[in-house]
């Protein structure tokens, strides 16, 4: 059988390169992903694998700065797919969320070859 359910592919199989137009588009207005390049929004240079709230010159909302979590690619599906309406009401990112699972993969992967 050639046929294939939609969801065959592994979860978080995502293609960085397509990741940058998601950003580019999604992001690039609030963010960076150059070292210590602050917009409207923290650099994400790095930001796979990094402190949440942790760049010290951003001022982040209580909500961030007060952040116990470790940025992992679960937690930035998580804090991506809805930011504004989360378990983390303070947060001042003015994101309503990507809810394509599909860029939301791509994207991911390309954060994490930033670093
Ligand atoms: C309209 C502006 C805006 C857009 C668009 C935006 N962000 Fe943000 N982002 C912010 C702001 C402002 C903060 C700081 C939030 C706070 O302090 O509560 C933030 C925080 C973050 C953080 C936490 C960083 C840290 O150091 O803990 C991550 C991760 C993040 N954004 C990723 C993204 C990604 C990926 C996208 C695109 C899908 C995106 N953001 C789109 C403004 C934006």
Known sequence: MLCCGAHALP????????????????????HTTRQGHNK??????????????????YSYSDALKNADWVWTED?????????????????????PGLDDARQLDDLIAYLQSNH
């Open 40 to 57: 409207k929004g923290p650099s994400l240079f790095g930001i796979v694998g990094r402190h949440a709230g942790s760049i010290a010159d």
């Open 75 to 95: 937690k930035l599906h998580w804090y991506l797919s809805q930011p504004a309406k989360q378990a983390n009401p303070g947060t001042k990112m003015k994101y």
């Open 11 to 30: 979860a978080r199989a995502g293609d960085a390169g397509a990741g940058a137009d998601v950003f580019k588009q999604e992001c690039a207005e609030c």
